[in-house]
């Protein structure tokens, strides 16, 4: 006996009318050499039914899918796509019915450019290696999610996806697919990077003005300072270009360079200090004198010198940030790059004009500090050539400090020896009838912030009786307080 069997759906109409779709089983064997049929029929109505609902459920989600304004795409238990929305579309430049129905990894390479898994997979096989493809996984009951850094399938510049995948369930619960969201998170992961190498020039700006109160020159806080800056913003090289004078040939008069292959900061003189005055041309570091803004640029626009001097030099693109003082513009920081045309962020440039203010505030500080010294040399000359003991007080501790070496031929005691403890100020010496009119006077003209003169005898260091002529007036500092005597004692003849 020989069998043969089919299987096939039909319609039916039942006795008052209506269809009824059926499945037949019909199976073709031989009795007795003649054929007979065994046909076994099976209502499918709810099967149909069911078919149906998931049919017009997977059209509707088809449908929402469109109006999405994410990227999604759909997947069966099998990794065929069926559903690949608009967005997608315009994410991937890959239509809708060149993927739908395709399998063999062909989703993945509408946006990874090879044959991969997807996060989609993870859902159908739990296979954890896929998760290693990407950054920051996470799984949240039957969802994961995680983001990756990718080239964008059309512009083939770098983009940050962020990606959700999770299974779909059919009427009995079991998975029929899995669905993946992909978002566009370049713009707020560029807005986290800038804030990070913003931050990271914060920090370094603040270890550099820990330094540079601590620095003995300007010249090497603004090395540390340079070196610093130059290994948070990792940019190829940064100079410092001290303005020359007007009656220079040349635009710059000193430079200081930090370099990032050997780390180390110093003195140098580089084509760049080279570059002359050119009226008709006028450089772009003159424009950054000038203009006393941030300039930046990439040196295939530059003219001229300015592109034949940088190319030459190895760099790329520049960016000059002016260094101010009181007296106008300093000169500027340069930030170099050698590796690549760089291109520098709103928040970066912020964050290196404060560490240009801080170059300047550095440079302010420490011309100060020349002048003052210079000033106190000077003043020290002066009071040598004064006839008399030229003095100051200090009233946080009634220390005396003198200006010129006329105290010994005076009173007979050298000035270390009144320093060393021996004699704490002249009011010792001072003539006992007096010394409370001394005392009296010099309180006066603390409280009342007004000059004073008086006359007084001393007892020098051999006995001898000398008639001294004292003149002194209160110092205040900038808050108004009174915090020593200023003042000159000649003896009378």
Same mark, same amino acid.
């Given at each position: 006996?020989?069998? &043969? %069997?089919?299987?096939?759906?039909?319609?039916?109409?039942?006795?008052?009318?209506?269809?009824?779709?059926?499945?037949?089983?019909?199976?073709?064997?031989?009795? %007795?050499?003649?054929?007979?049929?065994?046909?076994?029929?099976?209502? $499918?109505?709810?099967?149909?039914?069911?078919?149906?609902?998931?049919?017009?459920?997977?059209?509707?989600?088809?449908? =929402? @899918?469109?109006?999405?304004?994410?990227?999604?795409?759909?997947?069966?238990?099998?990794?065929?796509?069926?559903?690949?929305?608009? +967005?997608?579309?315009?994410?991937?430049?890959?239509?809708?019915?060149?993927?739908?129905?395709?399998?063999?990894?062909?989703?993945?390479? +509408?946006?990874?450019?090879?044959?991969?898994?997807?996060?989609?997979?993870?859902?159908?096989?739990?296979?954890?290696? $896929?998760?290693?493809?990407?950054?920051?996984?996470?799984?949240?009951?039957?969802?994961?999610?995680?983001?990756? %850094?990718?080239?964008?399938?059309?512009?083939?510049?770098?983009?940050?996806?962020?990606?959700?995948?999770?299974?779909?369930?059919?009427?009995?619960?079991?998975?029929?697919?899995?669905?993946?969201?992909?978002?566009?998170?370049?713009?707020?992961?560029?807005?986290?990077?800038?804030?990070?190498?913003?931050?990271?020039?914060?920090?370094?700006?603040?270890? +550099?003005?820990?330094?540079?109160?601590?620095?003995?020159?300007?010249? #090497?806080?603004?090395?540390?300072?340079?070196?610093?800056?130059?290994?948070?913003?990792?940019?190829?090289?940064?100079?410092?270009?001290?303005?020359?004078?007007? @009656?220079?040939?040349?635009?710059?008069?000193?430079?200081?360079?930090?370099?990032?292959?050997?780390?180390?900061?110093?003195?140098?003189?580089?084509? $760049?200090?080279?570059?002359?005055?050119?009226?008709?041309?006028?450089?772009?570091?003159?424009?950054?004198?000038?203009?006393?803004?941030?300039?930046?640029?990439?040196?295939? #626009?530059?003219?001229? !010198?300015?592109?034949?001097?940088? &190319?030459? #030099?190895?760099?790329?693109?520049?960016?000059?940030?002016?260094?101010?003082?009181?007296?106008?513009?300093?000169?500027?920081?340069?930030?170099?790059?050698?590796?690549?045309?760089?291109?520098?962020?709103?928040?970066?440039?912020?964050?290196?004009?404060?560490?240009?203010?801080? =170059?300047?505030?550095?440079?302010?500080?420490?011309?100060a500090g020349e002048n003052l010294e210079k000033s106190e040399k000077q003043f020290r000359t002066l009071a040598q050539n004064i006839p008399g003991i030229v003095f100051r007080v200090s009233l946080a501790g009634s220390d005396m400090e003198f200006y010129n070496d006329h105290l010994e031929s005076v009173t007979g005691y050298s000035a270390k020896e009144l320093a060393s403890g021996q004699i704490s100020s002249l009011i010792p010496l001072i003539f006992p009838d007096d010394k409370q009119r001394v005392v009296h006077a010099k309180k006066e003209s603390i409280k009342t912030g007004e000059p004073y003169e008086i006359e007084y005898r001393i007892i020098d260091k051999?006995?001898?009786?000398?008639?001294?002529?004292?003149?002194?007036?209160?110092?205040? #500092?900038?808050?108004?307080? =009174?915090?020593? $005597? !200023?003042?000159?004692? %000649?003896?009378?003849?």
């Open positions: 006996m020989q069998n &043969e %069997q089919g299987i096939f759906e039909i319609e039916i109409v039942r006795k008052d009318g209506t269809l009824v779709p059926v499945e037949v089983n019909a199976h073709l064997f031989y009795l %007795q050499g003649k054929p007979v049929v065994l046909a076994i029929t099976r209502d $499918i109505t709810e099967r149909k039914r069911t078919e149906t609902a998931i049919r017009e459920a997977h059209q509707r989600l088809v449908e =929402i @899918l469109e109006f999405l304004p994410d990227p999604v795409f759909v997947l069966d238990t099998e990794g065929r796509v069926t559903a690949w929305n608009r +967005a997608m579309e315009e994410l991937t430049g890959t239509k809708m019915e060149d993927v739908i129905g395709k399998g063999d990894f062909a989703y993945s390479v +509408a946006f990874y450019h090879q044959k991969r898994p997807c996060l989609a997979d993870y859902i159908l096989n739990r296979d954890e290696t $896929i998760l290693l493809r990407y950054n920051n996984p996470s799984i949240d009951g039957d969802r994961v999610t995680a983001d990756v %850094q990718t080239l964008h399938p059309v512009t083939k510049s770098r983009i940050w996806l962020w990606i959700k995948a999770a299974p779909i369930y059919g009427l009995d619960a079991g998975i029929t697919g899995v669905i993946e969201t992909l978002r566009d998170i370049s713009d707020r992961k560029i807005m986290e990077l800038e804030i990070r190498k913003q931050n990271a020039i914060f920090e370094a700006v603040s270890r +550099a003005a820990s330094d540079i109160l601590q620095s003995a020159a300007f010249e #090497d806080a603004a090395l540390r300072t340079i070196g610093l800056i130059g290994e948070a913003t990792s940019v190829g090289r940064v100079i410092l270009l001290e303005k020359a004078s007007q @009656l220079s040939a040349h635009l710059i008069k000193s430079e200081l360079e930090w370099n990032a292959k050997t780390g180390i900061a110093g003195r140098t003189r580089s084509p $760049i200090s080279m570059i002359l005055k050119n009226e008709k041309e006028r450089s772009v570091i003159e424009e950054a004198f000038i203009s006393e803004k941030a300039i930046y640029n990439l040196v295939k #626009d530059l003219r001229g !010198d300015d592109r034949r001097i940088f &190319e030459t #030099d190895g760099v790329k693109s520049l960016l000059l940030v002016p260094i101010k003082t009181s007296n106008g513009t300093w000169g500027v920081v340069g930030f170099l790059e050698t590796r690549f045309e760089r291109i520098w962020s709103r928040k970066e440039i912020s964050a290196l004009e404060i560490g240009s203010s801080l =170059i300047g505030s550095a440079l302010m500080r420490f011309e051999y006995g001898k009786i000398r008639i001294m002529s004292e003149r002194g007036r209160p110092v205040a #500092d900038e808050t108004g307080l =009174i915090v020593s $005597i !200023d003042g000159i004692i %000649q003896e009378i003849e």
